[in-house]
């Protein structure tokens, strides 16, 4: 069956780069986008990117320059590393798939990772 | 972005219907197709979808979850509420990037 599921360090102090596993089973990368979305207690769900079943990405404006989401198709796994946390970048973390297009819901979330960001 | 709009809670009776609405700043609707979708969240839990495209039933997901609506306004119903059913509720419009979600409806027991 379709699952999904992150790791990530849960701790990163201010100015550090937070990177994010998302391991799948279940499915092929190469079928469906991959959506990261966050969940803060400032600003609630926010979508962050995606990266497109053929490898290409598109970010949110919002955190375009200091976000990179990639894959490994061979390890059935896609990152996400962010630069320059803030504490206000603390929260849930989720990775996300979508059908294979770019207005499609997310019809799977992996359990999400806590992340703290603090000194 | 298109900001979406939810009341923040809404407090209903076990075996009665629940109506949760969803207001977006512009319309998420081409064509025949309605960009908006919904999901549910537990306390501890990941997001799960419910509807799609705002009338879609997702795999699934009880009969008793519906969903209505075209342009800017959207409606998810519940009937008849369950105890199961209490939690989180949020729209999301996949209409124009980025995608973005409402602040959620807790659902309540009155």
């Known amino acids: 069956q379709v699952q999904l599921k992150e790791t990530g360090p849960g701790l990163v102090q201010p100015t550090q780069t937070l990177s994010i596993t998302c391991t799948v089973s279940?499915?092929?990368?190469?079928?469906?986008?991959m959506q990261w979305v966050r969940q803060t207690p400032g600003k609630g769900l926010e979508w962050m990117g995606f990266?497109?079943?053929?490898?290409?990405?598109e970010y949110n404006s919002e955190f375009k320059s200091r976000l990179s989401i990639s894959r490994d198709t061979s390890k059935n796994q896609v990152f996400l590393k962010m630069n320059s946390l803030k504490t206000e970048d603390t929260g849930v973390y989720y990775c996300?798939?979508?059908?294979?297009?770019?207005?499609?819901?997310?019809?799977?979330w992996g359990q999400g990772v806590m992340v703290t960001v603090s000194s | 972005d298109i900001v979406l709009t939810q009341s923040p809670a809404l407090a209903v009776s076990l075996g009665q219907r629940a109506t949760i609405s969803c207001r977006a700043s512009?319309?998420?609707?081409?064509?025949?197709?309605?960009?908006m979708h919904w999901y549910q969240q537990k306390p501890g839990q990941q997001p799960k979808l419910l509807i799609y495209?705002?009338?879609n039933l997702a795999s699934g997901i009880p009969a008793r979850f519906s969903g209505s609506g075209s342009g800017t306004d959207f409606t998810l119903t519940i009937n008849p509420v369950q105890a199961d059913d209490i939690a989180t509720y949020y729209c999301q419009q996949s209409r124009e990037s980025p995608p973005t979600f409402g602040g959620g409806t807790k659902l309540e027991l009155k």
């Open positions: 996300a798939r979508a059908w294979n297009y770019s207005s499609s819901p997310f019809d799977y």
């Open positions: 512009q319309s998420v609707s081409i064509s025949r197709y309605n960009l």
């Open positions: 495209r705002a009338s």
């Open positions: 990266i497109r079943s053929g490898g290409s990405t």
């Open positions: 279940g499915f092929s990368l190469t079928s469906y986008y």
